[in-house]
């Protein structure tokens, strides 16, 4: 008897810790909120442009008159129906603006800017971030639920604008596609591009490099 009482206890303690393994060694069923996290929190896309041309002197913060030409001619890109009615607008309107707020070696992107959010509305350019801050920019987009599905425009300086773009492709679903779409530079002397990136409901993102095609003289793709 004492025997088979413990060879039953043995059967039983074997039993359990198998039936322990499994349920300890086994992952978690998927529920719902692992399998399908939602929407992506991005915004619907991202327009990225230098600021018009600016003069030989460095002394001098203030655009060109062809860069002024050029800012007077931004919201052609935009604007739906287009301030010139015989070139169809390319670009959807933008519901926020960013540009680099004003240094002591520059005001071109608010002055850029400043003619295309008068043509919306006097809409407000959100300028407080220095050139170098491009990432605070990049996180507060992506941080704040108001930019999410909207269109963003952002003027920056050419030095700077492939590492701001590099941050925005570091937040697509596929940032390592995303960072290899993007160009290593901006040429010192193209004012005339617009880099684009356009989010999908996963948080996908394409990237392009388009012209602006606003001026005589500008590329033509």
Same mark, same amino acid.
Request: with cysteine; proline share 9%.
């Given at each position: 008897?004492?025997?088979?009482?413990?060879?039953?206890?043995? +059967?039983?303690?074997?039993?359990?810790?198998?039936?322990?393994? @499994?349920?300890?060694?086994?992952?978690?069923?998927?529920? =719902?909120?692992?399998?399908?996290?939602?929407?992506?929190?991005?915004?619907?896309?991202?327009?990225?442009?230098?600021?018009?041309?600016?003069?030989? /002197?460095?002394?001098?913060?203030?655009?060109? !008159?062809?860069?002024?030409?050029?800012?007077?001619?931004?919201? !052609? @890109?935009?604007?739906?129906?287009?301030?010139?009615?015989?070139?169809?607008?390319?670009? /959807?309107?933008?519901?926020?603006?960013?540009?680099?707020?004003?240094?002591?070696?520059?005001?071109?992107? &608010? =002055?850029? +800017?400043?003619? @295309?959010?008068?043509?919306?509305?006097?809409?407000?350019?959100?300028?407080?971030?220095?050139?170098? =801050?491009?990432? %605070?920019?990049?996180?507060?987009?992506?941080?704040?639920? %108001?930019?999410?599905?909207?269109?963003?425009?952002?003027?920056?300086?050419?030095?700077?604008?492939?590492?701001?773009?590099?941050?925005?492709?570091?937040?697509?679903?596929?940032?390592? +596609?995303?960072?290899?779409?993007?160009?290593? !530079?901006?040429?010192?002397? &193209?004012?005339?591009? +617009?880099?684009?990136?356009?989010?999908?409901?996963?948080?996908?993102?394409?990237?392009?490099?388009?012209?602006?095609?606003?001026?005589?003289? /500008?590329?033509?793709?």
């Amino acid at each position: 008897m004492r025997v088979s009482h413990w060879l039953r206890l043995s +059967v039983l303690a074997t039993i359990f810790t198998a039936l322990g393994f @499994l349920v300890v060694g086994s992952p978690p069923a998927p529920n =719902e909120s692992q399998s399908d996290s939602g929407p992506a929190q991005t915004p619907k896309q991202i327009l990225i442009i230098r600021h018009a041309e600016k003069p030989d /002197d460095d002394a001098d913060t203030h655009l060109t !008159s062809r860069g002024a030409a050029r800012a007077a001619a931004l919201p !052609s @890109l935009f604007l739906i129906p287009p301030t010139f009615p015989t070139k169809p607008a390319p670009f /959807d309107t933008p519901d926020f603006i960013f540009a680099t707020k004003e240094s002591k070696h520059s005001n071109r992107p &608010v =002055e850029t +800017v400043t003619p @295309l959010a008068k043509a919306l509305g006097d809409m407000p350019i959100q300028q407080k971030d220095s050139n170098d =801050e491009h990432a %605070k920019v990049v996180e507060r987009i992506f941080a704040k639920d %108001k930019y999410v599905g909207k269109t963003i425009l952002i003027c920056w300086h050419h030095g700077t604008i492939p590492e701001l773009t590099l941050a925005i492709a570091g937040r697509a679903k596929n940032s390592g +596609v995303a960072k290899n779409a993007v160009p290593k !530079s901006w040429p010192g002397m &193209v004012f005339d591009r +617009v880099w684009v990136f356009t989010f999908d409901a996963s948080g996908t993102a394409t990237f392009i490099n388009q012209p602006q095609r606003l001026l005589f003289g /500008d590329s033509k793709k």
